[in-house]
């Protein structure tokens, strides 16, 4: 079964600067997706970002950008100009392309002001 | 117009009680799944159906039930209730198949699960 492992059980970033969360992945498949999701404490789970692993360029949406790279199997979340509302738990998530979502045990992110 | 909806979004209850958590999604999706996500946030998949057919049965209790009448609701029920049990369940749903977008996970708010 795939594994995905988010190394980061908690960190913190200064308003406007920049963080990047790991995560890493075990599979043998070669088609599949990973995604970034984030939790506040309202406890919605929202879709951040997410990247097809046959697609070699890096997902970017707004302030948030990866770096996926497939022969590592890792898959970072860069956040760009953190704002408070960027304050959550955020999950890493490995789908393969007919199977179900293994999440990662989370990491929570601090923004302080 | 809400996705994915559950109800209800939070549920006080005894041990040894019965109680359901109902889950409906809007987005013609053919797949829906329970989570569990316990104190520590950990999310672990409990049960997954597509088209109304279970697909995935985690190492779950057989006290816990789901049932599907038709591919827009999987409801959850669980027979008597454990202080283990406490933790909030959430709802999710998307296709079973196909690519990129269609990947994405819909989840519903979640509900509260406390068991006294």
């Known amino acids: 079964a795939q594994t995905v492992t988010q190394s980061q059980p908690e960190m913190s970033v200064q308003e406007a600067e920049t963080v990047t969360l790991s995560c890493t992945y075990d599979?043998?498949?070669?088609?599949?997706?990973l995604f970034w999701y984030k939790q506040p404490p309202s406890r919605q789970m929202i879709l951040v970002i997410r990247q097809e692993a046959y697609k070699q360029q890096n997902a970017t949406e707004n302030r948030f950008s990866v770096n996926f790279q497939k022969a590592a199997k890792s898959f970072s979340l860069k956040i760009s100009d953190s704002q408070l509302g960027d304050a959550a738990m955020y999950f890493c998530a490995y789908r393969s392309a007919l199977g179900d979502m293994r999440f990662g045990a989370g990491t929570r992110l601090t923004v302080k002001p | 117009d809400t996705a994915v909806s559950q109800t209800p979004k939070y549920l006080v209850t005894q041990m040894g009680n019965d109680k359901s958590i109902k889950c409906e999604q809007n987005?013609?999706?053919?797949?829906m799944y329970w989570y569990k996500q316990d104190s520590k946030k950990f999310l672990k998949i409990m049960f997954s159906?597509?088209?109304?057919?279970?697909?995935i049965n985690e190492t779950v209790p057989n006290r816990f039930s789901p049932k599907s009448p038709d591919k827009a609701h999987l409801n959850l029920h669980i027979n008597s209730l454990e202080l283990g049990d406490s933790a909030v369940y959430f709802c999710?749903?998307?296709?079973?198949?196909?690519?990129?977008?269609?990947?994405?996970?819909?989840f519903g708010p979640g509900t509260r699960l406390t068991v006294l």
């Open positions: 159906y597509n088209n109304k057919e279970l697909i």
């Open positions: 999710a749903s998307n296709y079973g198949g196909g690519a990129g977008r269609y990947n994405e996970q819909f």
């Open positions: 599979t043998s498949e070669s088609d599949y997706y």
């Open positions: 987005l013609g999706h053919d797949t």
